[in-house]
């Protein structure tokens, strides 16, 4: 069983920086692939980021490229999303899933664990 629990949203102007944090409770985390999804109102979830449980690979939707980084941090049972040069269509919740296994993949029922979400709003 893995508890994953999102922090670090809030309100920010376009142009500015929020850093995700999610922290993971669990004895098997380190064997999980971690991804990043959003969804925004009356819109689907959709991936945004992953890696891979070495850390090693990232992976990231065309849509943030360039713009967000995300890591991980085994030691402290923790994976982050870097977001910069934020625009309103960054507006979403944003969701921490966990897959179990070693390859990152975008469809949400992959997915064996889910965080509740925080909110992330760029104002224009």
């Known amino acids: 069983q893995v508890q994953l629990v999102e922090s670090g949203g809030g309100l920010v102007q376009a142009g500015g920086s929020l850093r995700l944090s999610c922290a993971a409770s669990g004895r098997a985390y380190s064997n999980y692939a971690m991804s990043w999804f959003r969804q925004a109102p009356g819109k689907e979830r959709d991936f945004v980021a992953g890696?891979?449980?070495?850390?090693?690979?990232?992976y990231y939707a065309d849509s943030v490229k360039g713009r967000f980084t995300i890591s991980r941090d085994n030691g402290k049972n923790t994976i982050y999303l870097q977001m910069n040069s934020l625009k309103p269509e960054d507006t979403a919740i944003y969701y921490c899933?966990?897959?179990?296994?070693?390859?990152?993949?975008?469809?949400?029922?992959?997915?064996?664990?889910w965080g509740q979400g925080t909110q992330v709003t760029v104002s224009s």
């Open positions: 890696i891979t449980p070495s850390g090693r690979s990232t």
């Open positions: 899933a966990a897959r179990n296994g070693v390859t990152v993949v975008v469809h949400t029922n992959q997915y064996d664990y």
